[in-house]
């Protein structure tokens, strides 16, 4: 079984940026493709982006698309994600997961987008 552990989160003001990432247990991450997603308070997981096993295709919601980055370093077992330009409706806790291989969710990381 896969655990993943989100870390980077935190208290942003409009128009920043965070670094989130996602270390992943066991020997399979390198195999996978791996997402990431975000829930906001009263409102159902979303899908923001994904990474192929190897890295060399991602997709993003348009609602982050040009200011998020996905990216991955199978050598670390780690997934990140590069937020720029933040808005108040980024506000949410992030998870990461794979989008083909359900896995436990993790405890999530925080992102409060605010002035």
């Known amino acids: 079984q896969v655990q993943f552990v989100e870390s980077g989160g935190g208290l942003v003001q409009p128009g920043g940026s965070l670094r989130l990432s996602c270390l992943a247990s066991?020997?399979?991450?390198?195999?996978?493709?791996m997402g990431w997603y975000r829930q906001a308070p009263g409102k159902q997981r979303e899908l923001v982006a994904t990474?192929?096993?190897?890295?060399?295709?991602?997709y993003y919601a348009d609602s982050v698309k040009g200011r998020f980055t996905i990216s991955r370093d199978n050598a670390k077992n780690t997934l990140y994600l590069q937020m720029n330009s933040l808005k108040p409706e980024d506000t949410a806790v992030y998870y990461c997961?794979?989008?083909?291989?359900?896995?436990?969710w993790g405890q999530g990381t925080q992102v409060t987008v605010s002035s």
């Open positions: 997961n794979s989008p083909t291989n359900s896995y436990s």
């Open positions: 066991g020997s399979i991450f390198r195999f996978v493709s």
């Open positions: 990474i192929s096993s190897a890295g060399g295709s991602t």
